[in-house]
């Protein structure tokens, strides 16, 4: 999958999670059907051939490369998204920037109760 195809996928993962957030009453999407986020893992992760007289090590290290390159792309295209919108939204001159969303999430994700999200 090249990465336009990657970004696109993840902007409608971020588009159905906002979605879903605000509208959760319009979630009817029974719980064994997988959201975008499964598909999109599931297309996303390599296929990998593997063969028979490979040893322990080879093919650990052949799995973490591939998966590896895999993760690592779709990191890439959800950092991509998030500079997209935080510079669209830090433009606005809002009361808050994107910046101090990032610390405030920081500071929620170390509740020991468990990480208030979204905040809205």
Do not use: C
């Not at 970004?7 to 979605?19: N, P």
């Not at 606005?92 to 208030?116: F, K």
């Amino acid at each position: 999958m090249d990465q336009n195809e990657v970004i696109k996928k993840v902007v409608g993962i971020l588009t159905e999670a906002y979605d879903t957030f605000r509208h959760p009453e319009a979630d009817d999407v029974p719980e064994d059907e997988p959201n975008l986020m499964g598909q999109f893992l599931t297309e996303a992760m390599p296929k990998i051939e593997l063969s028979s007289d490979s040893s322990l090590q080879e093919v650990a290290d052949q799995v973490g490369r591939e998966i590896g390159l895999a993760v690592t792309q779709l990191a890439a295209a959800f950092a991509a998204a998030y500079v997209e919108l935080a510079l669209v939204h830090d433009e606005s001159d809002p009361a808050t920037s994107s910046a101090e969303v990032l610390r405030d999430m920081a500071i929620r994700a170390e509740d020991p109760d468990g990480y208030d999200w979204p905040r809205a």
